[in-house]
């Protein structure tokens, strides 16, 4: 849509002038409209998606994590708009890294690592933070259909230090490795008629290969970086331990192996941050198409 960026650009710099606490209003109330504005069907969605899980007893507490889910997008969409205020100097007074040691011994190792990219919490500010504090990240990203959105989401993703690129050929992806850098690759989302079934949520699921294939191909672990909001502008990130594949088995084992526990370690944490994930998505789409026995906890 014509004038797009002009006006994101514009919302950017009001919210930008507004306080902590203007900001954090402001974030809840677009959250607020964009629940308005999700269709009814994408709505009984996130529903069914949650019951089949078993994180909710009922429909009723269903749809309440549903909401609370669609509802940060209000916020996240400020905090971005916000991301002009942020710096090296500044990062630390909103974004706390634990155990950072693990990233640091890999930025010193020069040798890179596969970030399991996910729609967990604040995203946008985690791979913002991640870059302040001085780590190469490449955030390998889905071009938006429109353009004007997409040269906005990239200037801004790009401000705090990030390299985005769009998805890539392997080489490309072997050579940012071999430079060093932090490869982010999205592992939560559907792959669609790819992928491998894996244990996800009380099911086993179709489930995005790429960071296992990436880690076995090169020798590198997969890192998990999983972010939540402690306060109206302030963030914890939870680094991981590297997710490798046992020694000696093969490579599909590996890829199997490395695939399973990135699912682990993120059904672990929907399940305590169930309202953190991105519902409104349908990750079971093509898992129930192809392998329809594999549902469980059918919606009520």
């Known amino acids: 849509m014509k004038g797009t960026y002009a006006l994101l650009k514009f919302l950017s710099r009001i919210c930008c002038r507004l306080s902590p606490e203007g900001a954090a209003r402001v974030g809840r109330g677009l959250g607020y409209f964009f629940w308005l504005c999700v269709p009814p069907r994408r709505k009984k969605l996130a529903v069914d998606n949650i019951l089949r899980t078993g994180i909710a007893k009922d429909a009723r507490e269903a749809r309440c994590i549903a909401k609370a889910s669609s509802l940060r997008f209000g916020p996240l969409g400020v905090a971005m708009f916000r991301f002009p205020l942020l710096n090296r100097e500044n990062i630390r007074e909103y974004v706390t890294i634990v155990g950072a040691e693990k990233l640091d011994a890999i930025k010193e190792s020069g040798k890179g690592c596969i970030l399991a990219a996910t729609h967990c919490g604040n995203w946008e500010v985690e791979g913002a933070a991640l870059a302040l504090y001085g780590y190469p990240l490449l955030s390998v990203a889905m071009k938006q259909k429109n353009e004007e959105f997409d040269r906005f989401i990239t200037e801004y993703r790009s401000l705090p230090g990030q390299t985005v690129e769009y998805k890539t050929?392997?080489?490309?992806?072997?050579?940012?490795?071999?430079?060093?850098?932090?490869?982010?690759?999205?592992?939560?989302?559907?792959?669609?008629?790819?992928?491998?079934?894996?244990?996800?949520?009380?099911?086993?699921?179709?489930?995005?290969?790429?960071?296992?294939?990436?880690?076995?191909?090169?020798g590198l672990p997969v890192m998990t970086a999983l972010i939540h909001q402690t306060g109206p502008e302030t963030y914890t990130i939870i680094i991981g331990d590297p997710i490798t594949a046992d020694e000696g088995v093969s490579k599909k084992e590996a890829i199997q192996q490395i695939t399973d526990r990135i699912n682990a370690r993120l059904e672990a944490w929907i399940r305590k941050y169930p309202e953190e994930w991105f519902w409104l998505h349908n990750r079971w789409k093509w898992t129930d198409k192809m392998y329809p026995e594999e549902r469980r906890h059918d919606p009520v």
């Open 169 to 218: 050929g392997v080489r490309d992806m072997l050579r940012r490795l071999r430079q060093g850098y932090f490869v982010g690759l999205l592992c939560d989302q559907d792959p669609g008629e790819t992928g491998i079934l894996s244990p996800f949520l009380g099911q086993r699921t179709l489930t995005a290969t790429g960071p296992a294939h990436f880690s076995v191909t090169c």
